[in-house]
């Protein structure tokens, strides 16, 4: 190819920006960080005996919270089946499960070791902020407009960069994991979204109550 081609290539609009996604992709597969990924890091490792308690309560929480989610869904996804509204039952399945499995294989594809020195797993994107941020979306779009969407996405906003702090400062991920796991999450359940249209309506928690399998579990009243 011509010099003159070459430079007539190398001016068409867009194509810096498009280098640019490319590096950044690079840097993150072959286990490189970004310069706001390597200051918190660095922080919260040297304060790591600093911050004992903090780190401490931090852990018992997300932990906590990964069997509060696993409930969560399980009970909502049955309270939708029981009450026949399958539609909404697939949106929330697929919206937990593929949440789950995206992470997985952007984790395979990406291959950027986790933090520390055994890096058994890997860790861009976070899947605990993927799957955080793509239950409380879906949530709140299961539910109707009006005060409890709200409610739902003010605690979204309050609870999801808290958890994405904890992440960071127990060490399991690098800020831009946590960042990638909000993006993966939304970009995911507004995916599903289009697909399957308008997903709100009343929450059928009380026909769970009353379904006979339920009821032949707690026994005779």
């Known amino acids: 190819m011509a010099i003159a081609e070459r430079d007539r290539l190398s001016c068409r609009p867009g194509r810096r920006e498009r280098l640019d996604v490319v590096k950044a992709a690079l840097g993150v597969r072959d286990g490189g960080t970004f310069s706001w990924d390597r200051g918190p890091v660095e922080f919260f490792d040297r304060h790591y005996y600093d911050l004992d308690v903090v780190r401490v309560v931090a852990k018992a929480i997300v932990k906590a919270s990964i069997g509060l989610g696993l409930v969560i869904a399980a009970g909502l996804f049955a309270a939708f089946v029981t009450a026949g509204s399958f539609?909404?039952?697939?949106?929330?399945?697929?919206?937990?499960?593929?949440?789950?499995?995206?992470?997985?294989?952007?984790?395979?594809?990406?291959?950027?070791?986790?933090?520390?020195?055994?890096?058994?797993?890997?860790?861009?994107?976070?899947?605990?902020?993927?799957?955080?941020?793509?239950?409380?979306?879906?949530?709140?779009?299961?539910?109707?407009?009006?005060?409890?969407?709200?409610?739902?996405?003010?605690?979204?906003?309050?609870?999801?960069?808290?958890?994405?702090?904890?992440?960071?400062?127990?060490?399991?991920?690098?800020?831009?994991?946590?960042?990638?796991?909000?993006?993966?999450?939304?970009?995911?359940?507004?995916?599903?979204?289009?697909?399957?249209?308008?997903?709100?309506?009343?929450?059928?928690?009380?026909?769970?109550?009353?379904?006979?399998?339920?009821?032949?579990?707690?026994g005779p009243a």
Not at 90 to 108: D, N, Q, S, Y
Not at 158 to 174: F, Q, S, T
Not at 192 to 206: I, K, N, Q, T
């Open 87 to 218: 539609r909404r039952a697939a949106f929330w399945g697929l919206t937990v499960c593929g949440a789950l499995i995206l992470t997985r294989v952007l984790k395979e594809v990406i291959e950027r070791p986790e933090i520390g020195i055994h890096q058994r797993e890997y860790s861009f994107p976070s899947g605990y902020a993927t799957a955080t941020t793509a239950g409380l979306l879906a949530l709140a779009l299961l539910l109707p407009p009006g005060r409890p969407r709200r409610i739902v996405a003010v605690t979204g906003t309050v609870i999801l960069p808290l958890y994405g702090l904890a992440l960071v400062l127990l060490l399991w991920h690098y800020p831009s994991d946590v960042v990638a796991g909000w993006a993966l999450g939304i970009a995911w359940v507004l995916a599903l979204r289009l697909a399957f249209g308008d997903v709100s309506g009343p929450l059928p928690l009380g026909r769970l109550g009353r379904h006979p399998i339920w009821r032949s579990f707690r």
